[in-house]
Structure formats: C-alpha cells, structure tokens
C-alpha cells in the first residue's frame, strides 16, 4: 500500500541492489544539492589545508604587524594580540584541526565500526557485554569526560586525538550493528553461511559493502564533533600550548581580550572556518543518511497536492 | 446513468523524480448503485488501489488527476483536495488494508473512531465517545474495548475497529482495500460476512477491491476486472463467472487457490507491464493464453457483450461484431 | 504489570549506570598511570597537612580495592574530598555552585527545546518550502558554530546592552539578603546571555531530529487515514504526526543532555557564571582535583538521571510499552 503510493504499478518489482559502490554516491551528488555542497566544502578546506604552506603569506608563528591591527590591504584578516597575521594563523590552524579531526574520526571508526560489527554479527553474550559499554558510555557527558582524561593525560595534541576517538564511537557503533544486523539475515548471506564462508570472508565481501554508506556517513558526522570538541579542549586549556588550531585562535582571543578590544577579526572568521566544515560535514553526512531512510520517501500529507490536469494526448485512448 | 457515485474517464498519473511518469489508471469508467456491493478486481499493480484512492482525492503530491468522480452528480474531484475534504468520512468512508497501520498506536481506539464525528457535524465529546461504543459493538467488539489501544487488539479485531471506524459519519459509500488480507482464513471470513451483512442492514454501498477473485464472488453482486491501469472486463458476478469474456478473467478464476490450501493451483505466468512507458496494442498480451496476432497493434476497446456487460478483448470484439452481422 | 517492569528496568540501568560513573571516577583518578590524587606532587598547593589528612581520609596508604572501599563509603556519606584550593568540603562548594547552574541550563534548555520543537515541526509540515530551508539552514548552522564562538559573538554585540557579568550573589543562590524580586531580576538580567548562548548552540541539533521525526511519521498509514478522515491538515500534523514523532524527540533529547552539559559548561567559563562548570576549569587550572572529580561525578550523574527522567516521559507517551 504504501510502496504503492509511491510508485505505483510500475508492476516489476525492483530487485534489491546493492546500497554500496560509486553508483549510490553519484546518484546523491546529482539528486541532493545538499550533498554536494557538503562534499565541495570539505573538498575545499582539505585542498587548502595541503597547500596552505605554500600561500600563507606571513608565518603563523612570528610577529608579522602590530598587536591586534585591523584587517588591511597587506592583512587581509588583521593580527591577533601577538601581531601574528590572522589569515596565516587560521591556515595553519586549520591544518592542525583538521588532522585532529580526521585522526581523532579514524581511532572513533575503528573501535565504532569493529564493535558495531563484532556487536551485530556475532550477537548473543558478545553483543549484550559491547552494547551495555556503548550504552554507559552514551549517557556520559562527552566533554566533561573528556576533560577530566586530557588534564589527567596532561595536554598534548595525541591526547586530545585519542580522547575523542574514545569517546566519540558509541553513535557509530550503534548504527553499524543495526544495519549489520539487518542485512545478516538477507537470505543471500545466510546462504553463505551455510555454503561454508567464514567470518571474516562474509563480513568483508558481503556485509562491508552494505554498510559502508552508512559508515561513511557516520565518519563524516563525527569529523564534525570530533573538531568541535577539539576547539571546546583548547578552549578549557586542554590543548598542546605550544601548537596552532583553530581552537586555541578562539582561546587566544577570548583569555587575552580581544573582545574588549573590539578585535572582532580575532574571532570571526576562525568560527566561520570552523561552522563551515562542520556544516559541511553535517550537509554529506545527513544527505546519505536520508537516501537510506526509507521511511522518509513516503509523505501522506503534504502542502503541494495532487492535481488536476487535462489528459494531453497520454494514455491508451490516445491510439 | 443511476449511479450513486460514477466514475467517468479516470486518470491518475504519477510523476516521480528522475523517473519517467507512471500512468497507473487510464481512463477508468464505472458506477456505483445505492446499496450495491461493488468488486474491484486484479494482480497487485493494476491501478485498483490508485483507483480508489483517487475516489477520495487521496493521492500523494506527486499525482495528477484527470476524469470526473460524481457523487449525486456532483463532481467532487473539482476542485482538488479542498472539495474533496467535506465528502471524506462523511459520504465516502475507507477501510485500509488489514496489514496496515491504519489505526494510530498512541491513541484509544474510541478516540480515533470518535475522531471525525465532530468535524462532520455527527456528533461531539461524550455522545461522540458512545457512539464509538455502540459502532465497536454493531462490529463485534466489546464497547468497553474503546478504552483499549490498537496494539492490545488482534488483527481481526483491528479490522472490525477500522470498520466500525469508517462507519463513525454515516457514510453511504464505504471504500475497502484488501480488507482481509494478511488475516488468516477464518478471521477473513468472519470480515466479509460483516461487510456483507452492514451493507446489508445500513444499506451501505460498498466497493471491495482485492486480489482474490473468490472473495469478490462471495459477496458482490457485480464487479469490474482491472489490468494494466484500465478495466479489462465488467460486469454481473455472473457472467463474470459463467461467461468470462476476457481472457485475464478466465485466468484469474482458474487461478483461484482452492477451498482447502493456499497453494495457488495454477497461477498466470509472467507479470502486468510497467506502467512507466506507452503501450501499444494489447497490454495482456505478452500473458494471454490466445492471442492473436491483431493483438499486437491493436488497443482492444470496452465493449458491450451481455447485459450490463463490458469487455475489451479483440476476441469479444469480433464476436459482438459477428452478432451485430447475423442480425 | 508488565508496564511497571519497563520502570525498574530503566531505574536499574540508571542505578548500575551511576554505579559504573563512580566507579570510572575512581579509576580515572587513582588507578591510571599518571593519575592525581596520589600523585599530590603535581598539586601547587599540596602542604604536608594536606598530605596528611588525604592519606587517612582516604587511606592512600592502603591497596587500591580497600581505598575503593573507602571512597565509596566515602561518597555514601556525601564525602568527595577537600578541595585543595579552598580547604573546603567539595560537595559543599559544588552544592553551591550547581544552585546556579541549574536555572542557567534548565531556561536555556526548555526554551531551546520549545523553539526546536516548533520549527523543526514547521520545517517538516512545509517540506520544501521557504520555511524548511530557512529553519533548516539556520539550525545546521547554529548548530556548526563552536558554542563558545557563539558565546563571543553575542558578547562582542550585545555585552554593551546586558550584563555579562557582576552578578550580586557568589554563590548565594536565590535566597540571598537583598530582597527576592530585585535579587531575580538580577539574576534574569545576567542569565540572558548565557542561556540565549545554551539556546542557540542546542536548538539546532533539536530542529533537525524534530523534522527528522515528523517526517518520518508523515509517512505512517494511519497519517493517510486521517487524511481519509477528512481531518484539517493542522490537526493531522500535531495529533497524529507530532504525536507520534514525540517517542524518537524524547530519546534523541535525551541523548543531548550530555551535550548540552558539555555547552553549559563552555558558556560559564565565557560569562564566568558561577556554576559547576567554571569550578571544573578552575579545577584544570589549578589542579584541583577532588573539585574536578567532584564536578565530573555531579554532572555525570545529572545526566543519567535526567536520562532516566526522559524513560519515563517515554513510558507516559507510549502505550504499547509491554515488554
């Protein structure tokens, strides 16, 4: 009934493709602006991040100009309170936050996506043990744990990466597991299984490809947090003193007054930069998320309606 | 024409994105008279579904709608879905398939059968709340089972409910898609004898579409085949069954699982066309078990072979022609 | 009553959930290598009295299972230490400090949770429209920015016109010696700031699961139903769809508290609020550990309970909880 409100009659029904492969991801670039967008901005950041040595104009770490001088024409983006050039501080920042975010996302994939799928399809005992610590660690406040381990571990831009990667698996988990679970009892696999494949050979052939869609949403949405909590650890203090994020531009600017100096180039652009990428990561990874959601395809109700229309010359009564 | 409700020339195309549109009903044309039990006949993905939906006006946005509805005479369809609206529940009311989720899982069965009561001008507050009662009563069901929620109801009594629910407004016309299926055997019987039986006493007319050419033997006096979006055959149950003229018909009855299993003794071979692209000649074609070769080219039209009997098949259409000659 | 056994079900994750926060507290501090309180040379302020007193109070001296003892009955007895800055009982000073944090979070969070609600739901029932992609796009970038960039923001622009500091009660809480509407109006002013910062850093992420939610209802059998019904579409979206959608808002909301714990504790540090989150940076900064173990262990818990709180308002909207 409902798949009949969707797409009616078309009489064969479609056979079960393969939710992975290039094809799944073109098709949402073409359909979903949003995705697109997404993809271009994280395309742009990354591109910048690699060549930004290159065309930084000033260095990020010595004194280019005066204390907190406006943007000009030869500072695009002013100086901060140490007279370093804004626009080369943020390109070196990026760089850094960057590499925490998508190291930080790599460790979170690996415990996530392992226990999801361990979780998923071994199930029984296996499953209830990974799920009971994904859920315990689901309801503890993120950045307050991750606080109290970095000033435990001492501030160090490894520490900051690993504390995050810990932290922030248990959304992946979750999501791998129920999809893995899902397509374990696909008849295609079970008769795998019982053909005599092992595990290891079923998971990676088989259940991988299905799933990794999801997981890359998921990667991708994690990134996001994962250089969010970044910029909230600099802010507490928590980050590497000596190192250039676009955390510790925010952390700079708000312990030496930049605020009250009306130093609004100090903080503007860096949460621009940093809004950006998240957003960007959030458009990709929503986009996947919703191509996959079957139940978002169907609406009973909606403000554009059916309509009325004068039969021009379609249908069988036109021969 | 008579009809309590006529359907003139319907169509019903959808237009999905990045897909080419889908005409799932073209130019389906019958009536409905007061009191009649009326089947609706075909595989899934003949546009019978469509068809009743677009009756109500119940169509996703992606829909558009050609041909006239007529309730009394009076175009309902006009002016889209703010025309229609009035005459929901009120005059035509629905009963959705049993394996749905038609009823809403939050809320007291009486609630939702309540529900519309007010809006029609039925009835509101605690009489509304009684007449839930009585209704789940005159279905079967316990009045004190208005208190209940539509999970703690087996399936057949959530069809009974669904159907005391379309009964809330008095309608005259009660639309039931596929209401007994995905129910087991004996529940299904127990629904049809209490369609048949509140079409009966309330003078209820009713439309059944389903998939089971028996179920509609059962209970309706006349009914109309559809395939491939048209009506390939209509008629009395009785010529239906007697003197099937077109061959989908003849094969639909022969297919027919018997009494006794649901094993499906022999079922057509192939399935209907896709309605995404235009088709020439006969859309049952590539199916039928006699076609001839005129049937490739050739668009069968519906036409009159009996008594209120109607079928387009270029067989039927040769034999009318003949008897035409030999008079 | 198969109902009643969701309750203690849920009561029980949220016990042994607790117990496990205690327990990783302990952990963090006295087991892993590098871990604080014993290692009381890093500790600026550790004099030999210090010294002393933690090393009977919390039998240092002993094996680890047997301090585990102790800290436990410790806490029992509402015990988290002395904090080495102010030589003052933690959970006293932390008691005082969660008086303010709690009317901070509790407006900031209901009001982000009405305005989520309401444009996430407009956002859904106006899919494709104007309203969607403005509702959408505003919250995906409320929801980007950094909370304490949005803390600096509304500083740098509104701190001419509010007060973003010089509160009159330290840690009075609301019962201090001025008189109660003047000492509330004070504290609303204040309270401005940081609770639209919570506001808009959290509402976002509400908007999205909300539309999310409904959408996905709108697409449920019993929606065409009510369509059948003849039911005005306002009524279909907020009795039947927002209805429904409610049970997945519930757990999704839930499941931000530990976010919006982790904003709430960002923005006092940017408006020197003097609520537990300030306490923990100044703990950071000080090391003071038994305050930051202290606060992680309070806004642990919180968030646990709130998450139980979330259960039940789940077990209330949903009837088909049976098993």
């Not at chain 1, 930069?273 to 978002?296: S, T």
């Not at chain 2, 008629?235 to 003849?250: E, Q, S």
Request: hydrophobic share 50%.
């Amino acid at each position: 009934m409902s798949a009949l409100m969707q797409e009616p009659a078309t009489g064969i029904e479609p056979v079960e493709k393969s939710a992975g492969g290039a094809g799944f991801f073109l098709t949402l670039l073409k359909d979903r602006k949003a995705a697109a967008i997404g993809l271009g901005i994280l395309v742009f950041f990354v591109l910048l991040a690699i060549v930004s040595p290159y065309i930084s104009p000033y260095s990020a770490t010595s004194q280019s100009c005066a204390v907190f001088a406006p943007p000009s024409a030869r500072h695009w983006l002013g100086c901060d309170d140490g007279g370093i050039d804004m626009l080369s501080e943020l390109m070196q920042g990026g760089r850094i936050s960057l590499v925490v975010g998508f190291a930080a996302t790599l460790v979170a994939m690996i415990i996530g996506g392992g226990v999801g799928i361990i979780s998923g399809y071994f199930g029984g005992w296996v499953d209830i043990t990974l799920m009971r610590i994904t859920d315990y660690l689901l309801v503890i406040p993120d950045l307050v744990f991750a606080m109290v381990i970095a000033d435990i571990w001492g501030p160090s831009l490894f520490h900051v990466i690993m504390v995050i990667g810990i932290l922030e698996w248990t959304g992946t988990a979750r999501v791998i597991r129920a999809q893995v679970m899902s397509v374990k009892e696909r008849v295609y696999v079970k008769r795998l299984r019982a053909l005599g494949a092992g595990h290891t050979r079923i998971i990676a052939r088989h259940i991988l490809p299905q799933v990794g869609p999801l997981l890359i949403a998921n990667t991708v949405l994690t990134i996001a947090i994962a250089i969010y909590l970044e910029t909230a650890l600099a802010f507490l203090n928590l980050e590497d003193p000596t190192v250039t994020t676009w955390g510790t531009i925010l952390e700079h600017a708000f312990e030496r007054a930049a605020v009250s100096s009306g130093a609004w180039w100090a903080i503007v652009p860096d949460g621009i930069c940093i809004a950006l990428v998240c957003v960007g990561c959030f458009l990709l990874g929503q986009a996947i998320e919703d191509a996959l959601n079957p139940r978002l395809k169907i609406a009973h109700l909606s403000l554009t309606r059916w309509k009325i229309r004068t039969l021009a010359g379609r249908g069988a009564d036109a021969t | 024409m008579s009809g309590l409700l006529e359907v003139e020339d319907l169509h019903v195309w959808f237009e999905p994105p990045h897909a080419a549109p889908v005409h799932a009903v073209q130019g389906v044309s019958f009536e409905l008279r007061p009191g009649e039990r009326f089947g609706l006949v075909g595989e899934s993905g003949c546009g019978k579904t469509t068809t009743i939906l677009a009756l109500m006006g119940l169509l996703p946005p992606n829909a558009s709608l050609a041909g006239q509805v007529r309730l009394d005479g009076t175009n309902i369809l006009a002016g889209g879905e703010d025309s229609v609206r009035p005459y929901r529940w009120k005059d035509i009311a629905m009963v959705f398939q049993g394996a749905m989720n038609a009823l809403n899982p939050v809320k007291r069965v009486g609630w939702q059968i309540a529900e519309p009561m007010a809006f029609h001008g039925v009835a509101e507050g605690k009489a509304a709340l009684k007449r839930a009662g009585e209704l789940l009563e005159l279905v079967g069901i316990p009045a004190r089972s208005a208190q209940r929620y539509p999970h703690e109801f087996s399936g057949g009594m959530r069809q009974r409910a669904s159907i005391a629910m379309a009964l809330a407004c008095e309608p005259r016309i009660l639309l039931a898609d596929e209401p007994t299926t995905a129910l087991d055997v004996m529940v299904q019987a127990q629904i049809l004898e209490l369609l048949t039986r509140l079409s009966a006493e309330l003078g209820l007319s009713v439309i059944l579409v389903t998939h089971d050419l028996p179920v509609v033997a059962q209970t309706c006096s006349r009914a109309a085949v559809m395939y491939a979006g048209e009506i390939a055959e209509i008629g009395p149950m009785d010529a239906l069954y007697h003197n099937p003229r077109h061959p989908y018909t003849r094969l639909l009855f022969a297919a027919t699982p018997d009494l006794y299993g649901d094993d499906v003794v022999s079922s057509i071979p192939g399935s209907p066309p896709r309605l995404d692209r235009e088709l020439t000649g006969c859309p049952f074609r590539p199916r039928c078990d006699v076609p001839m070769d005129r049937c490739a080219d050739v668009h069968p039209r519906l036409l009159q072979v009996g008594a209120g009997h109607l079928a387009a098949c270029l067989r039927a259409e040769e034999r009318a022609d003949k008897l035409a000659e030999v008079r | 009553m198969r109902r009643a056994d969701y309750v203690i079900k849920r009561g029980f994750f949220a016990l042994v959930t607790i117990f496990v926060a205690i327990t990783l507290n302990f952990f963090l501090f006295r087991v892993l290598p590098g871990n604080a309180v014993t290692d009381l040379a890093r500790v600026p302020h550790s004099g030999a009295a210090l010294r002393r007193a933690l090393t009977i109070e919390f039998g240092l001296n002993k094996p680890k299972w047997e301090q585990y003892v102790i800290y436990l009955k410790e806490l029992a007895h509402g015990n988290m230490g002395v904090s080495f800055v102010y030589q003052q009982p933690v959970s006293q000073l932390l008691l005082g400090d969660l008086k303010n944090t709690i009317p901070m979070v509790t407006v900031g969070t209901v009001v982000s949770i009405i305005v989520g609600v309401f444009t996430g739901v407009l956002a859904a029932w106006r899919r494709g429209s104007i309203a969607d992609h403005i509702s959408t796009n505003a919250a995906v970038f409320a929801y980007a920015f950094p909370t304490q960039w949005l803390g600096l923001m509304l500083l740098i622009l509104l701190a001419n016109y509010l007060p973003s500091n010089g509160m009159t009660w330290p840690t009075a809480g609301l019962f201090g010696p001025e008189p109660f509407w003047q000492h509330l109006a004070d504290i609303g002013q204040h309270m401005i700031l940081p609770a639209l910062t919570l506001v808009l850093t959290a509402y976002g992420s509400y908007t999205l699961v909300v539309r999310t939610s409904v959408l996905e209802t709108l697409g449920e059998d019993y929606v065409l139903t009510a369509r059948a019904k003849g039911l005005p579409m306002r009524r279909i979206v907020w009795r039947h769809a927002v209805r429904n959608a409610l049970l997945p808002m519930v757990t999704m909301i839930a499941m931000d508290f530990g976010y919006i714990v982790g904003g709430a504790l960002l923005i006092e540090v940017i408006f020197s609020w003097p609520g537990i989150g300030l306490a923990m940076y100044n703990a950071v900064t000080e090391r003071d550990y038994p305050m930051l173990q202290g606060g992680f262990l309070i806004l642990t818990v919180s968030v646990i309970l709130l998450n139980f709180l979330a259960d039940l308002i789940y077990f209330r909207l949903d009837p088909r909880i049976t098993e």
